[in-house]
């Protein structure tokens, strides 16, 4: 009796396990069938259903539940789209679809995958709005959009993932302002939104974002002041990047509160009035963009204090003297 309960119980565990991976089995075989070009061959010679999908190049499982966590198929040629079958893996937490030329839009049924922590779709041709339903995965630590065809705005729903670490929405035809929710990702280490574009001002910074090392907006069409104390609480930002856009104003002096700073990229705005002497206190800089400006007066000479400094572009300025 106790032994045909015990199989009994075995029975249904492993039918459990058998049809929840089958979910993912047929989720992967969905991707399959949706990519039209694999120029290597990995998908018709390795995704084999002889053998588990454990097994299948680039997938990886947890070991005690035999479910999908990991999918990584980076730079393989892949032409093709994405199924929604995809959100049927549940167990996700990592995928990668990096350098490949899958296109179209990215089904909502990828909103069901809720632990997912990476996520990179960086140079595909994926094209029109980067969705809203992103900001529920609330798991993610990294989000990779560059290099692709997007042309929404960016979803202030995106200010709440609050565990975001890196945004790299990069080279894509995004348009609309930043949100400033955005800065209120106390996690978040590098923001890269260059070679859209964006419009409006920067938005303000009205928390401590103490994690926060790389924020890159050139080549946007970003205009208005550089809020006055945007810097107040960046004490680890080693890398600021506004080059090429309309900002006008001058350079605030909360910026000289950061001293981690390694690279400063200002030129090609109009920007205006004088470089401060506490230029001079950056002692951690390396690079030091400021062309293409409409900057006047001396170059403090304190810039001869930075020991690391191995660039510095002033040219096309007002500047006057030595
Ligand atoms: C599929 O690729 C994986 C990972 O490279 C490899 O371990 C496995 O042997 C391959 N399977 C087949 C059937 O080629
Ligand atoms: C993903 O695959 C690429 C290419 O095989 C490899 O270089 C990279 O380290 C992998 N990334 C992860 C997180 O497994
Ligand atoms: C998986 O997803 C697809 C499309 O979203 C759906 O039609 C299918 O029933 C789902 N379930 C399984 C077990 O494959
Ligand atoms: C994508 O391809 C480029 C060019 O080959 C390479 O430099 C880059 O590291 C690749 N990205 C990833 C995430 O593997
Ligand atoms: C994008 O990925 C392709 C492979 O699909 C690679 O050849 C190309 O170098 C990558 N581009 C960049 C800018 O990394
Ligand atoms: C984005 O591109 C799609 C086509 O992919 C187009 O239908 C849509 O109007 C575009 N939206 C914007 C805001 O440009
Ligand atoms: C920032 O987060 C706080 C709660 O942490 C919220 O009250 C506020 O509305 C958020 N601001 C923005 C601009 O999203
Ligand atoms: C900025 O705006 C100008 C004028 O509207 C336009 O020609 C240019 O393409 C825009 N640049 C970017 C990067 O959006
Ligand atoms: C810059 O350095 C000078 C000399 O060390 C110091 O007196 C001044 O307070 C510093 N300024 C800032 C903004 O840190
Ligand atoms: C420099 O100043 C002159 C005279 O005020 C002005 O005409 C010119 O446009 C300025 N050049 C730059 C690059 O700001
Ligand atoms: C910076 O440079 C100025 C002028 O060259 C010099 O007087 C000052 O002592 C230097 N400050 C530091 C902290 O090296």
């Known amino acids: 009796m106790e032994n ?30 949706n990519v039209i070009y694999d120029p290597q061959n990995v998908l018709t010679t390795n995704w084999s259903v002889s053998t588990s999908v454990c097994n299948w190049f680039g997938v990886s ?20 789209t994405l199924p929604p079958h995809l959100g049927n893996l549940s167990f996700l937490s990592l995928l990668y679809l990096t350098n490949n030329s899958f296109y179209g839009r990215l089904p909502i049924q990828l909103s069901n995958l809720q632990s997912l922590k990476y996520l990179s779709f ?25 290099q692709n065809n997007f042309n929404s705005s960016i979803p202030l729903s995106l200010g709440y993932l609050p565990k975001l670490e890196i945004l790299s929405l990069y080279e894509n035809q995004i348009s609309g302002s930043i949100p400033s929710s955005i800065f209120n990702i106390s996690s978040l280490q590098r923001i890269e939104v260059s070679n859209n574009m964006l419009l409006g001002s920067i938005p303000f910074i009205s928390r401590a974002l103490l994690s926060l090392q790389v924020i890159d907006f050139t080549f946007n069409n970003l205009t208005g002041h550089i809020p006055k104390d945007m810097f107040d609480h960046l004490p680890n930002l080693k890398q600021l990047d ?81």
């Not at 539940?65 to 093709?80: D, E, I, K, S, Y």
């Not at 960086?122 to 630590?141: A, C, Q």
Request: aromatic content about 10%; charged content about 15%; hydrophobic content about 40%.
């Open 61 to 80: 499982c947890r070991s005690r539940h035999r479910r999908v966590t990991a999918l990584n198929l980076t730079g393989l040629g892949f032409v093709g």
């Open 242 to 322: 506004l080059s090429y856009n309309l900002l006008s104003g001058t350079i605030p002096a909360s910026l000289f509160k950061c001293k981690q700073l390694q690279i400063l990229s200002l030129s090609v705005n109009q920007l205006e009035g004088s470089l401060p002497i506490e230029i001079g206190n950056l002692s951690m800089l390396q690079s030091f963009y400021i062309g293409r400006n409409h900057f006047e007066g001396e170059i403090p000479k304190e810039i001869g204090n930075l020991t690391f400094l191995n660039i510095f572009d002033c040219g096309i300025n007002n500047f006057t003297g030595e």
């Open 122 to 146: 960086g140079n595909n041709s994926f094209s029109g709005e980067i969705p809203s339903w992103l900001g529920s995965l609330t798991e993610l630590r990294r989000l990779f959009l560059y």
């Open 4 to 33: 045909t309960f015990l199989s009994l119980a075995l029975l249904i565990i492993s039918h459990f396990s058998l049809s929840t991976s089958s979910t993912d089995q047929s989720a992967l075989l969905a991707l399959k069938d």
